[in-house]
């Protein structure tokens, strides 16, 4: 149960209700919360009080000394001497696990009960009060909890929605750490995603440093991965448990003292690995719907997960981990148009092995995916992580280099060639033709991809294993 | 019909959740901003009730619901009431977006909150369940 629910009872409308209540039985009256930190005023003034405290509430260290002392040690209810000889009525409100404060009546005008009688009517009068009190505040407790897991299941309906439409991972990872984090009022949410033998944090938000777990990897043999990912159900870890793991030391934890995880298991296995710290204790109807929640995460991370797969590897050429030629028609619009919009040159480099059949003839296939691995490697080698690499055919590989203009491009081609050229390939010697061309205004994908492959072509009528630049 | 002086004294605090709104979705998305108000507007309410008349949808937000009631009950305590929500969607907001792109939205509102009596930015937010009505 959250423990702020009764402060968040509006204290301006209590005060009302709760002098109406003292008038009608002539008895002051005001309440401590679960702190023993005054919550509501004096509903009466008492001239011993107003001397003593001079206000509406008990600010004397005496007074307060006393409440403190007093209200540790109340059980159920008690009669009480303050400091000052006014006897009064001290009751606990709420229950034992869920303590929400202290409820005291005293006489309005000072007397010490010293009639019997008079003490039987008030402590009658003080009980009743107090039967009154207890239920309006447990039935505003009620009424706050049900609002409260209302909103969490109403967050939970629209998020399943939304989650199942869609499937970008970023996206998916944002919505269930954003959501975690308002619903649960989460001090920290992250999200580990399964690779091979490793957890990767793939998301973290929350307090200080929750950000610095992203990308951290917890290997799967951890002690700690392995014990919450060898079962279904989450595990509760103190703080102190998860310092071990790569990226914990960095994490303000000041609020912090436990961590559920949740395995994120689906029919596929497990995905990952979900964290949530929250400021409270959740109850059962709250481990509940977060388990619910994660449920539906686990199957929308899945998703996201193997569609970003599928994409990878419909844009991905196998053999050397370059892009495709399907990728490539798509690459190189948005890049022609970025060079137009933003009048920067954009040159390609059109490069192919030359004898490669004869080569693949003679030694085979497997020798053939050798050499072309190592050239993919050493192109790689030769460019700028900002330039792009495609595999175009069986032996041709297209290059794109964006802010470079033609003769750049060339001293670039001939770098590829040197290293090809001078590469000990098993079996014999390779070497690679390369045609170097810029774009244009108004080129379209075709109209460049033409020009590098006919640049190409006059390198290899001009003798292979050399470059030439198209002029044009 | 609202009169000036309750359309004004509502208008600069409508103004103030329009661009926490704009502020927040540029990097949230729609989607967690509406949660958020979800969530914030639920939480106040348990202390303002009036604050359920605030309306928000994916185009941004309005109080003329708010501006209404006001002028049925000039009594209402609205500015107590919106610098309850803004301190508490701060506060929230600062675990979402990280420490550092809450303060550059904390400094571009209190800009246009300056004549606010009260400082509703103030790093952290106050804390749930704090109540300034207290006493």
Known sequence: MHPNLFLNISVRYWQDFQDTLAKAINANIYIFDANVTPFSHFSLPVEICQDVNGGKEPRDNKCMDFYKLACASLGEKDTLVCPYGIKLCAYRLGSHTQKIGYLIIAPAKHTNLSDREEEIAFVTKAQNVYRTVNEVFNAILERNLLGLRRLELNSIYEISRLMTSIIELDKVLELITNSLIIIYQADLCFIGLREGDKIRIAHGKGVRGSNLLIGKEWPLVHPVIEQVSSQIEPTILHIGELKGLPGFNDVEIISISQVIIYPLWTALGLVGLLGIATPASLDDIGYRNLQIYTNFAAVALANATLIRRLEKEATTDFLTGFLNKRALQDVLAVELQRAARYGYQLSVIFLDIDGFKAYNDTYGHLAGDVVLQKVAELIKNSIRVTDIACRYGGEEFLLILPGTKGEDAARVADRIRRSVENYPFPHRQITVSLGVTSAKKNDSVDMLLARADQACYQAKELGKNRIYLDPS | ???????????????????????????????????????????????????????????????????????????????????????????????????????EIRKRLRILGEEFNEDPFAKGGMKSGEDKNRH
């Open chain 2, 1 to 103: 019909m609202v009169s000036d002086a309750i359309g004004n004294r509502i208008k600069r605090y409508e103004t103030l959740l329009k661009e926490m709104w704009a502020a927040s979705a540029k990097y949230l998305g729609a989607f967690s901003v509406s949660l958020l108000m979800e969530r914030v507007v639920w939480e106040v309410s348990l202390e303002y009730k009036e604050i359920e008349l605030l309306q928000y949808d994916q185009d941004g937000v309005s109080c003329a619901r708010i501006a209404a009631r006001l002028e049925e009950n000039p009594e209402l305590p609205v500015e107590d009431m919106f610098m309850k929500f803004i301190a508490r969607y701060v506060e929230i907001l600062a675990k979402l977006l990280g420490y550092e792109r809450a303060e």
